[in-house]
Structures are given as C-alpha cells and as structure tokens.
C-alpha cells in the first residue's frame, strides 16, 4: 500500500488541444479516482438567443464546435423545420448529409491523428493529418470554408454542389479510402501500438449502458446505438449499419473510428447515385416559430440533442444542446481506475473529447 | 526573414474557442502547412516557450490559467491571438461570460483574423511573431550588455 496523492492534470496539457482539468487520485502509479473539472471554454452560447433572432442563431449554433460545426448548424435548423413543420427539398437532405459525413470523415481522421501522437507515433499522426487535408479541400470546394462552412439554412441549404464536383468528391473519397487502408496496417496490426492499447480502459458493455455512454464508446463496448438509423436528413434512404465492437478497450475505440471512415465513404459514394438531379435548395419559411421540438442525431463523437422552444417571436425562447462528450465522461471517469498514470493521456485522448462543445 | 538567428518555439492554449482555430493552429504545424519551415516548434511547456499562440475570448475560469502561462514564459516573449474570437471577443462577445478579447488579460503584439483563422493566415502571424522576437531579443541582449558595462565601470 502506497501514498495516497492527488496529481493536477490539465488544463494545459502537451496531449490536449483542449484544456480539461482532473484531479487523479493516484496511489503509487496507479489512479484510483479521477474528478474532472470543467468550465474553461463556457461562453455562455445559449443565451444568445436573447440577442440573435432564430436565423441568425443558426451561425451561432455551427460555432458550439469547430470539428462538428456543420452537425450542429443542421441539429438546430432541423428543429426550427420541425417546429415550422416544412419538409426541405430532397435535394437539400442529400447535400446536408453529404456535408455531414465529409464532417465525421475529417473528425476521425483528425482523432486517428490525436491517437498516434498520444501514444508516440509522430510520423503516422502526420500522415493521418495530410490524408484529412484532403477532405478539407473537397469542404473547401464545395462551400468556400474550411471548417466552419455555414451552408445551412433554416428550410434547406445556401449552396449546391456541382455535377462536376460530386465526381471529383467521388474520386477523392476513393483515394481517401485506399490511403487510410495502408494506414490501417500500423493502427491495427502493428505489435507496438497493439501494446499500447489492447486491454487498456476497458468498459464493459453494462458499464457503457448504465452510464449512458454514446456514439464510438457505447459501439466499441457492444451496444449497437446509431442515431442515424433515425433517419434524419436523408439517412432513412441510405443503407446503414453500425460499425460494433465487443472488447470495449482502447483499440475497439480505434477500430470503430476507422471503420467509420470507410462507413462514411461508403455512405457518401450511396448520397451521390441516389441524388435527385436538379431541384430547389430551399423552401421558404414565413412567420416565427411558435412550439417546441427535441432533435437526436449522430455527431462523430455520439449522439447529440438539441431542444428549441419558440413563442411567435423572432427571439426564440431556449435553445439547450446536450453534446456526446457529455455522456462519455462518467465512463472515461470509470476506464480511469485502476490505470497506470502514463495512460491517462491515451485514455483522455479515446473517448474523443470535445471540450468546447460540453461546455458551449 | 533574413536577419532571424533564432529558433523561437511556441505555446498553444485554448483560451474559450469553439475548437475551430485550435485545429487550424495544428493543421498549419503538420507538413502540408509545415509552419516549422520557419524554424519555429511546437512545445508543451510555458518554461521553455517564447511565442504564445491563443485562440479564443476569455472568461471567468481561464483567466488565471491565461495570466499564468503568460507569467511562466521567460522575457522577452510574443502573443499572438488567433482568431476573431481572441482578437475582440468575436461571436461570443455579448455572452454573459466572456469578457473580451485576449488582450483584456495580457499584452498582445499580433491580431490574426478569421473565423475560423485559416492555417496561411496563423503562419502570416507566426511569421511577423519570429521577427518581433528577434527584434525583441537583440533589444535585451543590448540591454544586458549595457549593465554588463555600467557594473565594470
């Protein structure tokens, strides 16, 4: 039995872009209990609405985060749909969701990168980088920015995509692909890298379940939650399933992530054979909203919700939004215990934190 | 660029971004922006920090983390605020709990716009930040000398 001691972790911290705070309880090396900290990134976001009327806040929900901005413009603006019950042009379903994976293809390669520098790959974290800088381009393309592109609209979308620049997304997803599969060789058979992550935090599918774990973590432990499968956007007109994983450790997590990559290729190559041909972009939508809507959808890091209530006025009365790293951290307070202090950082890193999100 | 003989490294911290310029602050350190070209690297530690890249406002909680960085730098040292947000406050500036921009806290020597600041135009900062150290550092090594001599004397 050694000492107990309490070791500060963050809120700066080489292994985070983000700052998070946690007290580890540790004992010799190992930490009993880890007691997160939060409340360096809160804006106050949501009570803009007092001041932006419910279009303007459309902008101010896609900047929640800027890695799943695009995900989170288009929660907010299916809500306000919602409560204006309007159905947006198919067309338009199709480009959000086109948009949307592009979103989660750069948010895992972005995480697949984070991984490799949290466990002491330089090279490969940079080449998980240069292979996301080409789903960047294709964003670029298509909408003018990189990573906070603002193309939706409450009733539909602001810009079309070209015949000529669905083929060039088609070939790059391609290249995407078959690049990410030489990648695939170190993340997942390397010896090195297999010690680092096989067994290590593991959650149990019952633990994910009573902690109410989401998105990549519930799916790395067994539990087989997809919000897409709702059927948001044009999902419902996609062939899905989710990516699942038994062993609940860290590499299931990776697994899952990569295999979400060659899921999205496979569902943006579906988006655009099924994309009706010329259409409008947009219905207009007159007048304010007036009633209440509770909208779930699948970010890359989980499942999301966003509650809008409207009373007729142009300032809608509450936007609440419930982000995936949120739910995820009970359960990477539980992979914590009885870990070595050297993996906490890998162990922060797997759940793919989102700070700026869950504090808004 | 010519007269620089340093080799500053740099500190990234996240004051209140949305994550949007984080992200760009790393994709211009990785090689396909390779901001390191510069002679500039990326560090962990505010000890060892000459430059001092932050991204978004500042509120409440992080102020003291941002005023201690900042004291933890050795001298002579540059800030860079990166994006609109760490600028004047940006989107976030009428929120209950930001009360400005990065300068409401420390001293800040270069302003790169954007929402989110694109990877060009952080190396555009980090490229004026590398000159205004040098600028900075013969400054105080002539001081320094200048006290050398005023003791001998």
Redesign the interface.
Same mark, same amino acid.
């Given at each position: 039995m050694g000492k107990r001691s309490v070791i500060p972790f963050g809120p700066q911290h080489p292994v985070l872009p983000e700052p998070i705070h946690l007290d580890l309880v540790i004992e010799d090396e190992r930490v009993i209990e880890a007691i997160p900290s939060v409340g360096f990134v809160h804006r106050g976001l949501e009570s803009l609405v007092d001041k932006r009327d419910f279009n303007q806040m459309t902008y101010v929900a896609e900047r929640t985060c800027g890695i799943c901005s695009f995900q989170h413009g288009m929660g907010y603006c299916e809500a306000v749909e919602h409560i204006f019950d309007v159905d947006i042009p198919i067309r338009a379903k199709f480009l959000r969701t086109i948009w949307a994976e592009l979103g989660r293809m750069h948010s895992h390669l972005l995480w697949l990168g984070l991984l490799a520098d949290a466990f002491g790959y330089e090279n490969l974290f940079y080449q998980a980088w240069r292979i996301r800088e080409k789903v960047l381009d294709m964003i670029e393309m298509t909408t003018g920015a990189r990573l906070i592109f603002s193309v939706n609209k409450v009733g539909g979308v602001i810009k079309d995509i070209t015949a000529d620049q669905l083929r060039i997304i088609d070939g790059t997803v391609t290249e995407v692909e078959a690049e990410l599969r030489d990648l695939e060789q170190v993340f997942l058979e390397d010896s090195t890298v297999k010690s680092r992550l096989v067994g290590i935090g593991i959650l149990t599918k019952e633990q994910a379940h009573d902690l109410g774990c989401c998105g990549p973590v519930a799916r790395a432990s067994g539990i087989s939650c997809d919000m897409r499968r709702l059927g948001y956007a044009a999902y419902s007109m996609l062939d899905l399933e989710p990516v699942v994983a038994t062993e609940g450790d860290c590499f299931a997590r990776c697994k899952c992530r990569l295999y979400e990559v060659y899921q999205s290729v496979d569902l943006i190559r579906q988006a655009i054979t099924k994309m009706p041909k010329e259409q409008e972009l947009a219905v207009p939508v007159k007048g304010n909203p007036n009633g209440e809507y509770f909208m779930r959808l699948e970010q890359p890091r989980g499942e999301a919700y966003y509650y809008v209530k409207g009373s007729g006025k142009p300032f809608i009365d509450r936007l609440r939004i419930r982000t995936p790293t949120f739910a995820n951290l009970p359960g990477l307070c539980e992979m914590l215990k009885n870990t070595e202090l050297s993996d906490v950082g890998l162990l922060v890193v797997t759940i793919d934190p989102c700070i700026s999100c869950t504090e808004r | 660029m010519a007269n620089i003989k340093r080799s500053p490294w740099l500190l990234?911290?996240?004051?209140?971004?949305?994550?949007?310029?984080?992200?760009?602050v790393? !994709?211009a350190l990785?090689?396909?922006y390779d901001a390191e070209r510069f002679g500039v690297m990326n560090?962990?530690?505010?000890m060892q920090a000459d430059i001092f890249l932050i991204t978004?406002?500042i509120?409440a909680?992080?102020q003291a983390?941002v005023k201690q960085?900042y004291d933890q730098m050795p001298r002579p040292k540059v800030v860079v605020a990166v994006g609109v947000c760490a600028c004047t406050g940006g989107?976030?500036k009428?929120?209950?709990?930001?009360l400005g921009g990065a300068d409401t806290t420390i001293p800040v020597d270069i302003y790169v716009p954007g929402? !989110?600041a694109?990877p060009q135009a952080i190396i555009d900062g980090v490229v004026q930040a590398v000159e205004l150290f040098q600028q900075r550092s013969d400054e105080h090594d002539a001081l320094v000398k200048q006290n050398k001599e005023g003791r001998e004397k």
């Open positions: - | 990234h911290y996240d004051g209140s971004s949305c994550n949007g310029c984080d992200i760009e790393l !994709a990785t090689p396909v560090t962990g530690d505010p978004g406002g509120n909680q992080n983390t960085l989107i976030f009428d929120c209950y709990n930001i929402c !989110a694109r």
